[in-house]
């Protein structure tokens, strides 16, 4: 009898500012093909706190709402992150290696009361140079090759990759061709980053693979987004476009939903932010030592 474990690795990443009606007018098969391997639910940003980046990154990385984490906007000061700290911080503390890469400066500088991820095993930021649109892709394009390279090298155990460019476009250009445009791209690269972690999924990966062949590993892949947009570009409100976000994932114990077909099961009826770090120890066969603490619970995971 074969009693071999495969390592298992989860992969997070985040794609500010999408909206999910917007996901029905662009080609995104790499997002497409995580959620046909699991689901792709909406998610409502946690009434606690408006529809910044902010606040609802720092819910998806600590599994707490905003009364707990305490930021309330894209400044981070007088956060409660050293008694809720992010999971990739937490994964390192227990000698686990985590792997953070970000171009927005509170998710991992002391910009702005940052960062956001505190000390994860390996991290890296990268300045936009200059200003605009094309800057932000720019940008994503040096934050995928690292990525890239990382995830291949290193092999981290729990990694968040950020991507920022269709947010910043939809804040300079609107929610038109430019934002839809700009969502093609990071799903582009987003393809990169599965191919590079060998996931099995993506518009590359053999019909009928599922995720977590390279090396032995098992791969659990969570996309998100922190919030949407209105169409003339921007966020900070309570309208119901701006607080709908999404969530998709695949991966070990993760099974396909039909959500795919549009029926969602009542789990997935009710996803929120807070969801992503349970799902993560539990990916990972960690306890949730924390529970009590978290305002989450893990996705149907085995």
Known sequence: MNTVRR??????????????????????????AVAARGFLAS???EPDAPSLSGPCWATVATG?????HGILGNVLTNHRLATFPDFASVLHRIGLRSYVAAGWEPLVTTQFGGPLFATPSRCTFIAEAGHGAEAWEVLDEQITADAEHVLTTDRPIASFIYLGAPDMTAHYLGCG???RNSIEAADVRLGRILAAVGAGVGDAAAEGESAGAKDGDEWTVIVVTDHGHVEAGGHGGKSEVECTAWIAACGPGIDRDSAVTGT????????RHVDVVPSIYTALRLPLGREAAFDGRPFNLA
């Open 7 to 32: 390592t298992r690795r989860v992969l997070v990443v985040g794609i500010d500012g999408v909206n999910l009606a917007a996901l029905a007018q662009v080609a995104t098969p790499n997002l497409d």
């Open 264 to 271: 969602q099961s009542e789990h997935l009826r009710s996803l």
């Open 64 to 68: 707490v709402t905003a009364a707990k």
């Open 43 to 45: 998610v409502v940003v």
């Open 177 to 179: 061709a430019e934002y």
